[in-house]
C-alpha cells in the first residue's frame, strides 16, 4: 500500500512539475485589458483529462497594487521573484513613461526582469513591447505592437525591427502581439505552438473568439504604408498602389528586381506571410475601408481594391467578419 501511494504521489509530482508556468509581469500603469488576456487564455488551456496545461501567476515590482489606465488597480500575487521561476514572462501594454518617452527602465523593473530565468520565452502584448525594447531585449529582432505607437516605438528604438502591418511576430523565444485583443491571437499561437491545434481551438471556443485571423491589424483604420528599410519595402508601397491591377509572384520579385524564390523568401522574412496572402490581405483592408468612407456600388469597391468581383468580396467579408458588404457598410455609416 505505502510504495503504490508513493508512486502515486510521485506520478502527481511529475505532472505539476511539467506545467509551464506564465507569469505576467504588470508594469505600472498597466493596461487592464491587456492585464487579463495571459490568465485568461493559458489558464483556459486544458490536456484531454482536464489538467491544465499552464500555471498563470500575475507579479509586480514588488507586492503593491498595480495601478490600470482604466481606473482600478490588480493586487498582483507575488513580487519580482517569481520570475526567477517563469518559463514564459508576459509584459501587457503599458504606459510606463520611462520605457514609453525616455528609451530606459527604472532600476527596479530592470532588476525584476533581469531576474528572469535564463532561457524563459518573452512575450509582450500591445505596448509592453516598450519594456522588451528599454530592456534591448529586442535588438535586431522583427517586432510589432499597436499600430498608433509603431512609429514611436520605431524612433524610440532605432534597432527594433518594427512592422506595424501583422497581429503578432514570433521570434522564437520573443514574441510581440500588436494592439490589444491582437494579444489574444498571439496567446492562441502560442498554446497552438506548445500543445497543438485541438487544444487551442477548444481555448478558443471557451472565450467565444475565432481560433485563427487573417490579415494584419490594419483593420477597420486608416491603411499604412509600410516604412521599413526592408529589401521588399519598396514592392510592398508599390503594390499598395496598385492594388487594382494584377499582382503575381513575378511581376513583384521582377520590381523587386529579385528571383521568384527569393523573392518569396525575404517577403515571407519580413513580413510572416507569403507574397499571395499579405495582397489578399491588403486588397480585403482597402475594399473595407472603401466601404466605410465611399457610397460606391459593390462591384466597384471589388474592382477597385483588385478583387475581381462583388461576389468575391462578400466571400471574404463573410469569412472574415461573418457580414455582408452591405451590412459592413450600416456598422460604419449608419445608413
Given at each position: 500500500?505505502?510504495?503504490?501511494?508513493?508512486?502515486?504521489?510521485?506520478?502527481?509530482?511529475?505532472?505539476?512539475?511539467?506545467?509551464?508556468?506564465?507569469?505576467?509581469?504588470?508594469?505600472?500603469?498597466?493596461?487592464?485589458f491587456d492585464a487579463g488576456i495571459a490568465p485568461?487564455?493559458?489558464?483556459?488551456?486544458?490536456?484531454?483529462?482536464?489538467?491544465?496545461?499552464?500555471?498563470?501567476?500575475?507579479?509586480?515590482?514588488?507586492?503593491?497594487?498595480?495601478?490600470?489606465?482604466?481606473?482600478?488597480?490588480?493586487?498582483?500575487?507575488?513580487?519580482?521573484?517569481?520570475?526567477?521561476?517563469?518559463?514564459?514572462?508576459?509584459?501587457?501594454?503599458?504606459?510606463?513613461?520611462?520605457?514609453?518617452?525616455?528609451?530606459?527602465?527604472?532600476?527596479?523593473?530592470?532588476?525584476?526582469?533581469?531576474?528572469?530565468?535564463?532561457?524563459?520565452?518573452?512575450?509582450?502584448?500591445?505596448?509592453?513591447?516598450?519594456?522588451?525594447?528599454?530592456?534591448?531585449?529586442?535588438?535586431?529582432?522583427?517586432?510589432?505592437?499597436?499600430?498608433?505607437?509603431?512609429?514611436?516605438?520605431?524612433?524610440?528604438?532605432?534597432?527594433?525591427?518594427?512592422?506595424?502591418?501583422?497581429?503578432?511576430?514570433?521570434?522564437?523565444?520573443?514574441?510581440?502581439?500588436?494592439?490589444?485583443?491582437?494579444?489574444i491571437d498571439l496567446c492562441l499561437h502560442i498554446?497552438?505552438?506548445?500543445?497543438?491545434?485541438?487544444?487551442?481551438?477548444?481555448?478558443?471556443?471557451?472565450?467565444?473568439?475565432?481560433?485563427?485571423?487573417?490579415?494584419?491589424?490594419?483593420?477597420?483604420?486608416?491603411?499604412?504604408?509600410?516604412?521599413?528599410?526592408?529589401?521588399?519595402?519598396?514592392?510592398?508601397?508599390?503594390?499598395?498602389?496598385?492594388?487594382?491591377?494584377?499582382?503575381?509572384?513575378?511581376?513583384?520579385?521582377?520590381?523587386?528586381?529579385?528571383?521568384?524564390?527569393?523573392?518569396?523568401?525575404?517577403?515571407?522574412?519580413?513580413?510572416?506571410?507569403?507574397?499571395?496572402?499579405?495582397?489578399?490581405?491588403?486588397?480585403?483592408?482597402?475594399?473595407?475601408?472603401?466601404?466605410?468612407?465611399?457610397?460606391?456600388?459593390?462591384?466597384?469597391?471589388?474592382?477597385?481594391?483588385?478583387?475581381?468581383?462583388?461576389?468575391?468580396?462578400?466571400?471574404?467579408?463573410?469569412?472574415?467578419?461573418?457580414m455582408s458588404p452591405s451590412s459592413y457598410r450600416?456598422?460604419?455609416?449608419?445608413?
Open positions: 500500500m505505502t510504495s503504490g501511494k508513493n508512486d502515486t504521489i510521485r506520478q502527481k509530482h511529475a505532472t505539476l512539475v511539467a506545467v509551464h508556468r506564465v507569469v505576467v509581469l504588470l508594469v505600472e500603469p498597466v493596461v487592464g485568461t487564455l493559458f489558464g483556459a488551456a486544458a490536456d484531454a483529462d482536464g489538467n491544465p496545461l499552464y500555471e498563470v501567476i500575475a507579479c509586480g515590482v514588488d507586492t503593491a497594487p498595480v495601478a490600470t489606465t482604466n481606473g482600478y488597480a490588480i493586487v498582483p500575487a507575488t513580487g519580482p521573484e517569481a520570475l526567477a521561476t517563469a518559463d514564459t514572462v508576459v509584459v501587457p501594454g503599458t504606459r510606463y513613461r520611462p520605457a514609453r518617452e525616455d528609451g530606459v527602465l527604472g532600476p527596479e523593473l530592470r532588476a525584476a526582469l533581469a531576474a528572469a530565468r535564463p532561457g524563459a520565452r518573452l512575450v509582450s502584448i500591445c505596448t509592453g513591447a516598450f519594456v522588451l525594447a528599454a530592456a534591448g531585449v529586442l535588438d535586431g529582432r522583427p517586432a510589432t505592437t499597436h499600430w498608433r505607437f509603431a512609429d514611436d516605438l520605431r524612433t524610440r528604438y532605432p534597432e527594433v525591427l518594427v512592422d506595424e502591418n501583422v497581429l503578432f511576430v514570433d521570434d522564437g523565444d520573443v514574441l510581440t502581439s500588436a494592439g490589444l485583443a491582437a494579444g498554446i497552438r505552438r506548445d500543445h497543438g491545434a485541438s487544444v487551442a481551438n477548444d481555448v478558443a471556443r471557451y472565450c467565444v473568439v475565432p481560433p485563427w485571423r487573417e490579415g494584419g491589424q490594419a483593420q477597420f483604420i486608416e491603411r499604412q504604408s509600410p516604412t521599413d528599410h526592408a529589401s521588399t519595402a519598396a514592392t510592398r508601397q508599390w503594390a499598395l498602389d496598385h492594388l487594382d491591377e494584377a499582382l503575381s509572384i513575378e511581376q513583384l520579385a521582377r520590381h523587386a528586381r529579385m528571383s521568384e524564390r527569393t523573392f518569396c523568401r525575404r517577403f515571407r522574412e519580413e513580413t510572416g506571410q507569403s507574397p499571395g496572402v499579405w495582397v489578399r490581405a491588403r486588397r480585403v483592408e482597402l475594399a473595407r475601408e472603401l466601404l466605410e468612407t465611399r457610397d460606391l456600388p459593390v462591384e466597384e469597391v471589388a474592382r477597385r481594391a483588385g478583387l475581381g468581383s462583388g461576389g468575391n468580396l462578400r466571400h471574404h467579408l463573410r469569412r472574415g467578419l461573418g450600416k456598422v460604419f455609416q449608419g445608413v
